[in-house]
């Protein structure tokens, strides 16, 4: 096996037992309860889940996606969540190798991970996560190859002030809310994450993606265009796409 292939594999189980730990930043943050204490119990019969009835994606499907106390039926969303922060996580370390970079946009993927799934069921986005991420994309930037402070800092101001810009154009022009205020604060994460440049990607992907879903949406008569799509996770999908292709854009962009 490759060294690639080396650095994927630990990537994944990283992964999977980052993604147990975000199903708990998902279910509680917005609820405002601590991600720490207490240690993770079924919310039906309060029986505390056991370490071996623990382990990400093994677990549900040995207890077949019931509690082991209860029978009560675990969601699947929960080994989803493991099964994709298993999966995007490898991709980075395949990538990037055994390295800190690898690290550093690994925590961005695991935040947006869970920032997606909170605005897809609560439609809401808390906003201490994306305010802690924010700032600790500013402390670890000047570690990474390609993201400098100064960077980061930029990145999270214009990231912010672009969607600032939009929310309020919005509300001049339709008199209405086109994006929310959590889309601001997940960007001001990722753009303290990324750096200033790649925010303009960021925002290209996301805008991409959603028009294309929305597309779909109109078509399949599911939605009409009067009712919002949350954003968040298409600047998720945004991100991680820039992750990957950000430098190539870059150097095309720049004539490199
Ligand atoms: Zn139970």
Redesign the pocket.
Known sequence: MNLSCTAAVLGFILGTIVGSFLNVCIYRLPREESVIFPGSH?P??N?PIRWYDNIPIISYLLLKGK?R????KISPVYPIVEFLSGLLTAGIFFRFGISFDSLYYSILTWFLIAISVIDIKELMVPVKPCYIIMVLGMVLSPFTHTVSLIDSILGASLGAGIILFIIESYFIFRDKEGMGYGDANIMAAIGSFLGWKKVFFVIFFASLIGAIIGIIFIISGDKDNESPLPFGPFLAIGAYLTIFLGDLLLKFYLGG
């Open positions: 079924c039906k019969c029986s509690c106390y209860c029978g009560e």
